[in-house]
């Protein structure tokens, strides 16, 4: 069987999970604690913070430590939300982000926030000059993903952030790259992003570990109560052995992404070419995408039933997204792109990860061949 669901998770680093088993055996202390055992542990999570820093070219105070991207998102929409709403209450985003970050806006406009949903096109983007039409001002979060985790879309996030940075510069600015890092060049602080979240297992580090970059100077109102972990803005016990995992999982990923985006460029390009060519599928991505991302429909056909068949074939795919794969709704994202809904109830993605090869690719390409020989006699016209 061949994974080829790198979007949904990522295998573990094997070294990043021998060091992940070393803290947890060895330096168990609390981080808080103020004896050895504490300071040891305190260290450690020091150490952590500032390899994730240094790989994203930030500052270490400017990291708050979190469970994952979705704790990331919740804590930077909202908790930027409650803190500046004496600013304003109109906030941005499109109806394309991840489910953390698109539930969390929807919750805001429930609890009296006003939200404009910037239309994206045909390939799921939106245009610098949409999100500054979009500005009012009241206005005091935009948020958009830096690559899309069904399609790979890329919002031209560098673009946006410096247009905000100098026609709105007290609008914070919010970026999910979860989906970038090891993949594209991931430099928050470039693109003047304000928030930026991370989760570890997208780039072959532990599940239940990410981050929210903060821009030094900016509060948040914290959406758990408690301790005074993480600079205030996140109660709780530090997860150390985790958070370690993550550090060098990152730094490898961030070492490694050009080399990887050159390599899985070149398996996305035959493998998007191959599916052109096969009557009944359509491509919903393109090469200006994120290099491991290729995603496309089989209208007419129920996605879950060409992702099995697939799998009898030896290969794993995805439908939608895993966050939403056992929703038996059509995509969002490809309704929001244009797509019509027979389109959206068969889209699948493939994403491809380091360890790919080119007999891999060959493959996948035999598989989707089989797979449509199976189908084509099934199909509801
Ligand atoms: N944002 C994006 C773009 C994602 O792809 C994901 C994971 N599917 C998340 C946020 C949430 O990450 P996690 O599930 O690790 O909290």
Known sequence: MKYFDYAATTPPDPDVVRTITEVMEAQ???????????ERAHQLL???????????????????????ATESNNLAIKGAALRYQSRGKHIITTA??????????????????????????????????????????????????????????????????????????????HVDGVQGVGK????????????????AHKFRGPKGAGLLYVRSGIELTPLLSGGSQENGMRAGTENVALLVGMAKAIRLAVEHQPQFADRVTVYRDQIMA???????LVLNSDQQG???????????????????????????????????SRSAEPSRVLLAMGKDA?????????????????EDVTLLKQAIHQMMAQLRPLERR
Not at 48 to 65: M, Q, S
Request: overall charge negative; aromatic content about 8%; proline content about 5%.
């Open 28 to 38: 168990y202390g609390n981080p808080s604690s103020i004896h050895g055992y504490g």
């Open 96 to 173: 394309t982000e991840h489910a953390s970050v698109y539930e969390s806006f929807l919750q805001l406009q429930q609890w009296g926030w006003d939200v404009t949903w910037i239309p994206v096109d045909s390939l799921g983007r939106v245009t610098a000059q949409q999100v500054i039409e979009a500005l009012r001002p009241d206005t005091v979060l935009v948020s958009l993903m830096h690559v899309n985790n069904e399609t790979g879309a890329i919002h031209p996030i560098a673009e946006i952030g410096k247009r905000l940075k100098s026609e709105a510069p007290r609008v914070l600015f």
């Open 342 to 358: 027979a389109c959206a109830a068969g889209g699948l993605r493939i994403s491809l990860g380091d360890e790919h090869t080119e």
């Open 274 to 280: 191959f599916i052109k060519e096969i009557p009944g």
């Open 290 to 324: 994120a290099p491991h991302i290729i995603h496309f429909s089989y209208p007419g056909m129920k996605a879950e039933v060409v992702l099995h068949t697939l799998e009898q074939l030896g290969v794993t795919v995805s439908t939608q997204s895993a966050c939403s």
């Open 184 to 199: 594209l060049e991931a430099k928050p602080a470039s693109w003047y992003a304000d928030l930026y979240s991370l989760s």
């Open 46 to 68: 020091r150490r952590a913070r500032a390899g994730c820093a240094a790989a994203i070219g930030v500052k270490p105070e400017e990291i708050i430590f979190t469970s994952g």
